[in-house]
């Protein structure tokens, strides 16, 4: 994504209410008989309100029947602003979908979310509050309860209301060096340097002008882009058959490393930068060239709630079969442990994205045939997601959020219900400023030394004329 210091500020109202409140009583008020029953079990479940661009609405069916909300129309407190629902939109039962607002309207630190029919008069379910969420107000249980502040962001997925096992959310000092310092050259990548992997000697780089990059050592502690192979530039990023322009914002490998191809998470074509394209892409690395056409394409837009165009996949990382199932992870799609041998042919392992806009982290597999199932959906904890990173030996995942979250970075464990839960909230390092970091990388064990290891950080910015920087956590 562009540097968050243009991103457009959303109002903060200071309006006259006192605490958060249901709109209504529970019953759709004036709806027809015949729609009544279906419409009046939709919810407005869950309202993220931070003042910035990630303002979104999620909703949720309670009943037992799916109901088609095509047309249906969210507004905030002020009746002249309206975000109406796309054709073909359903809601299956206990299902959840959430929608980004912000293009249509604000959401104030003291407002309301408001769920009509299609003829935009008649109410089925509000909200109103007179706080920004802190990070998530949430109905607990689903679709039923109360709401409250959550303790974390669980759009498109069920609402934290409870602690799940997890540990403390409260920010803790970054668990390493606080000191950071540049690791590249000046200049060198200019701004939109995005996700980061790290394999061995090897350091790649997504970058959302649709360019990956294949960077090595520098013998100073950084990294400098490889010479050989067409990689001096980066090489360009095209969809399978040739064509557009993958804005890469992640970037990832599985057990078999680079030969066994590059997984980037692209959220849309930069050549239609206005539709969303959700998509997972592999990219065999070998020989040279200066672009790269994608051996295979994974296209997730229809299973996942919609987004803005520049708010889609922006982490990635792979976890293996064996970490998941020896930490007894369950399967979402069936509800029962993970068993990869259900998959057939599928690297091995599962893919997590991580969805800026809603800060809502999906688990699939994705398989060698190009089908795909979603295993998994969980809050992120923050209201965006801008990297991801599997660190195998501590078993741990890594969300990071840039910027318009302080820099804070979560790591994530699969709790006793076989479900990702926050182990700990890290502030950034105490060195670093709050950079507009979106892409996070770990050195493997074999880089520890004295009880540290290096990490590395991309600055979509590129302050100061440098896109890398490099610091420490403890092994």
């Known amino acids: 994504m562009t540097s968050s210091t243009a991103r457009r500020r959303r109002r903060v109202l200071p309006r006259l209410l006192v605490a958060a409140s249901v709109l209504t009583a529970g019953a759709l008020t004036g709806a027809p008989t015949a729609h009544a029953a279906a419409a009046d079990d939709v919810r407005v479940n869950e309202v993220v309100t931070t003042g910035d661009v990630n303002d979104s609405i999620e909703l949720f069916n309670k009943g037992t029947a799916t109901v088609d909300v095509s047309g249906w129309v969210l507004k905030d ?3 002249n602003h309206a975000f109406t629902i796309a054709s073909g939109t359903t809601l299956a039962p206990g299902g959840h979908r959430t929608f980004d607002v912000s293009g249509a309207f604000g959401l104030g630190s003291a407002d309301q979310a408001r769920l009509y029919l299609a003829d935009g008069r008649t109410l089925v379910d509000g909200f109103s509050w007179s706080a920004h969420s802190a990070p998530s107000w949430s109905r607990c249980p689903d679709g039923t309860g109360a709401f409250g502040q959550a303790a974390a962001v669980t759009l498109g997925a069920p609402n934290a209301c409870g602690t799940g096992g997890g540990g403390s959310t409260t920010p803790v000092a970054w668990p390493g060096s606080s000191g950071v310092s540049t690791a590249d050259g000046s200049n060198v990548f200019g701004q939109d340097l995005s996700g980061l992997y790290q394999e061995g000697g ?7 002008s649709g360019r990956l990059w294949r960077l090595v050592r520098d013998g100073s502690g950084g990294w400098k882009p490889d010479t050989a192979g067409g990689w001096s530039s980066g090489r360009a990023l095209r969809f399978p058959g040739g064509s557009g322009s993958p804005d890469g914002e992640g970037v990832t490998l599985t057990g078999s490393g680079s030969a066994g191809g590059v997984f980037v998470a692209s959220e849309r ?4 930068s206005g539709t969303s394209r959700l998509s997972v892409l592999k990219y065999d690395v070998g020989g ?3 672009s790269l056409t994608a051996v295979k394409e994974w296209n997730l837009t229809s299973d996942l709630p919609p987004t803005g165009s520049n708010l889609g996949l922006e982490g990635i990382t792979w976890i293996p079969d064996t970490a998941l199932t020896g930490a007894g992870f369950k399967d979402a799609s069936t ?3 993970y068993d990869p041998a259900r998959y057939g042919a599928h690297g091995g392992g599962v893919f997590f994205v991580g969805v800026e806009g809603t800060g809502t982290i999906h688990g699939y597999v994705l398989a060698d045939s190009g089908a795909y199932t979603r295993v998994a959906s969980f809050g992120s904890g923050t209201s965006g997601v801008m990297e991801l990173q599997w660190e195998p030996q501590a078993s741990r995942l890594w969300a990071v959020c840039d910027d318009t979250c302080d820099g804070r970075h979560r790591t994530l464990t699969i709790g006793a219900g076989g479900t990702f839960v926050t182990a700990a909230v890290h502030n950034r390092p105490g060195g670093m400023p709050n950079y507009n970091n979106e892409g996070f990388s770990l ?6 030394v004295a009880g540290s290891k290096p990490v590395y950080w991309s600055d979509d910015t590129n302050d100061g004329g440098h896109a890398l920087r490099r610091g420490t956590v403890t092994c």
């Open 269 to 272: 074509n930069g050549d239609a």
């Open 77 to 79: 407190d002020d009746k």
């Open 288 to 290: 040279s060239g200066s």
């Open 202 to 208: 090897v350091l790649w780089g997504a970058q959302n």
């Open 335 to 337: 509800g029962a442990a």
């Open 443 to 448: 050195a493997g064990a074999d880089e520890c």
